[in-house]
């Protein structure tokens, strides 16, 4: 079985920043795509960026682009997401992913599209 265990979350001042780790076992490395999502108070679960495990393309929600960078160390079945400059609007419960059936970011944009997710880890940005 897959299992994805996220860490790194925690309390910062706008304007700092985190980096979040999804630390993967199991047969991660057989999806195409690692994804994180996120999950702010009465909102749904969104999409804020994505990368394969081959070849190492990214996408990007347009609310992190420049700020946030997703990467992956395929030797260690580990993802990450650097999230620099973040504004209040980035708390959440920020969620890890693996999917592979799909052929389009447009497909991995959506939650449905992922087999595997962690349990989360809390971002709180103060202003």
């Known amino acids: 079985q897959v299992q994805l265990v996220e860490s790194g979350g925690g309390l910062v001042q706008a304007g700092g920043s985190l980096r979040l780790s999804c630390a993967t076992s199991?047969?991660?490395?057989?999806?195409?795509?690692m994804a994180w999502f996120r999950q702010a108070p009465g909102k749904e679960r969104a999409f804020v960026a994505g990368?394969?495990?081959?070849?190492?393309?990214?996408d990007y929600a347009d609310s992190v682009k420049g700020r946030f960078t997703i990467s992956r160390d395929n030797a260690k079945n580990t993802v990450y997401l650097q999230m620099n400059s973040l504004k209040p609007e980035d708390t959440a419960v920020y969620y890890c992913a693996a999917g592979g059936s799909g052929t389009t970011w447009g497909h991995y944009r959506l939650a449905p599209s992922y087999d595997y997710w962690g349990q989360g880890t809390q971002v709180t940005v103060s202003s």
């Open positions: 990368i394969t495990w081959s070849r190492g393309t990214t």
């Open positions: 199991g047969r991660t490395l057989s999806y195409y795509v």
